[in-house]
Each structure stands twice: as structure tokens, then as C-alpha cells.
């Protein structure tokens, strides 16, 4: 495959063709010309990422320290930071240009301090030595960008390699005791093995038509021996939230 540029290619929102829309009372850049209309539709309609933003508005404490892979423009990042403060969301994407452009979403809303990195978080079972970076696939729709271009890849228009960012190391050095996880398939990989100790939430976006539903199985069995409860009343729709209950 030809590499190719990112789609984002502005490190912010000067000098982009976009409009500003209100989801969930935060200010957001929406690029028109380069984010995929599927995405400006469901931001227009209030409906994206509606269920993660109803989860972390429910569950999350404002003692919570929380790690998020998967920031995309940074809406949830945000939703977060709201309970929590800005300070005590850190949040990982592969995709350097859209976390541009999430920086620049958390500085028009007054939450700069959110620790924003462009790379990619493995436990510590799944880092290879020797290698800080892997490759990653930049898709039309910057929510399906992911690890594996897979057999279906007519929406992949580049391929970057990125840095990898130890599960573990970072639990640690930001406190957390909250993930929150939306990575397109990469959740399967992220909790086979990770120590999770710290951690008493996890929310989780599934993909199970890029992993398939025997490694989405799997995945829950695993958190559920690791000493997590499912809630099944706020799962479902492929988003699922797991705690530990005292």
C-alpha cells in the first residue's frame, strides 16, 4: 500500500473550512472538508460517541484518575475532565493530526490541562522489546483508523508508525484507577495479561466485526477473572462497563 499523508494535516484550526457545533455543552471544530461525513452527521445530531458520554457522566467520581486510549476529537477526554479536572485525564491516540485537533478542542473549552499524546498504549505482555513504535492505519473515518488494515480495507489511506506507551508504566505514573478505551479492536490485545490492579473501571467500546465475537468473549472472561463485575443494565451497543464492587 501507498503511504500517504493523514488526512488532518493542520496542526490546529486556523486556516481549516469547518463549523463549531455545542455536543454536550462543549465547543467543537468540525473540519467539513476532511472529516468523514458519517462523523459530521452524527456530530450534528448529538449522537456521537452518545453512549460513552452517558457512561462516563454516570459512573466516574470526582476522585477518579483516568487513562483514555482512543481520544479521536475529544469528547469523552473532555466529558472526563468535567468530573474529574483536566489534570487528571490522560488520553492516548494514534493518529497524530487528531490529536491536534483535539488539543486545540480542549483549549477553546478552558481544558488545556488534559495530558493529550500521540501513541499507542500495550501492557507490558504485549510490548516487544526493542521496538517503540508499531504501525498504524489512518482511516477516511478517523474513528475505524486501527492496528490492523484488515481484509476489508477500501477506508485506509495511510499507514504511520506511531510510539507505543506501557499500560502499566503509565497506571502508575498518572495514578489512575479508571480506563476508558475506545481503540477499534486493539481492547482485545490492551487487557490479555495487563495488571489491571490499580484499576477499579473500565469502560470499553467492543469491535467485534474486526475481532470477531469469540475474542470479544474472551476479553469479558478475562476482566471478569481479573475481579470485575459487568454491569449488565449500562452494557450494551458494543459498549460495556466493568467495576469492581467492594
Not at 452524527?42 to 462516563?56: D, P
Not at 476489508?152 to 484507577?177: G, M
Amino acid at each position: 500500500m501507498t503511504t500517504m499523508p493523514p488526512i488532518l494535516t493542520q496542526p490546529a484550526h486556523v486556516g481549516r473550512s469547518g463549523e463549531m457545533l455545542n455536543l454536550g455543552g462543549f465547543q467543537l471544530f468540525v473540519d467539513t472538508l476532511n472529516y468523514d461525513p458519517a462523523i459530521i452527521t452524527a456530530l450534528r445530531q448529538q449522537s456521537y460517541e452518545s453512549n460513552e458520554f452517558r457512561l462516563v457522566k454516570k459512573w466516574l467520581q470526582p476522585t477518579d484518575r483516568v487513562i483514555e486510549g482512543g481520544t479521536a476529537i475529544g469528547v469523552i477526554s473532555m466529558a472526563a475532565a468535567s468530573i474529574v479536572g483536566a489534570p487528571h485525564v490522560m488520553t492516548f491516540d494514534a493518529n497524530p493530526a487528531i490529536v491536534a485537533d483535539a488539543q486545540a478542542n480542549f483549549a477553546n473549552n478552558g481544558l488545556s490541562g488534559i495530558q493529550a499524546r500521540a501513541g499507542i498504549l500495550k501492557n507490558r505482555q504485549h510490548i516487544e522489546a526493542n521496538n517503540p513504535a508499531v504501525d498504524f492505519f489512518i482511516s477516511r473515518e478517523f474513528w475505524r483508523s486501527r492496528l490492523s488494515q484488515g481484509e476489508d480495507h477500501a477506508d485506509i489511506v495511510a499507514k504511520i508508525s506511531v510510539s507505543v506507551f506501557c499500560l502499566e508504566d503509565e497506571i502508575a505514573r498518572h495514578n489512575a484507577n479508571v480506563i476508558i478505551c475506545d481503540i477499534e479492536g486493539g481492547e482485545v490485545d490492551l487487557f490479555d495479561g495487563a495488571d489491571l490492579s490499580a484499576i477499579r473501571l473500565i469502560i470499553v467500546e467492543t469491535h467485534d466485526w474486526l475481532t470477531g465475537l469469540p475474542a470479544v468473549d474472551a476479553l469479558v472472561r478475562r476482566l471478569v477473572f481479573a475481579g470485575f463485575t459487568i454491569d449488565v443494565r449500562d452494557s450494551g451497543n458494543n459498549v460495556a462497563v466493568f467495576r469492581r464492587v467492594a
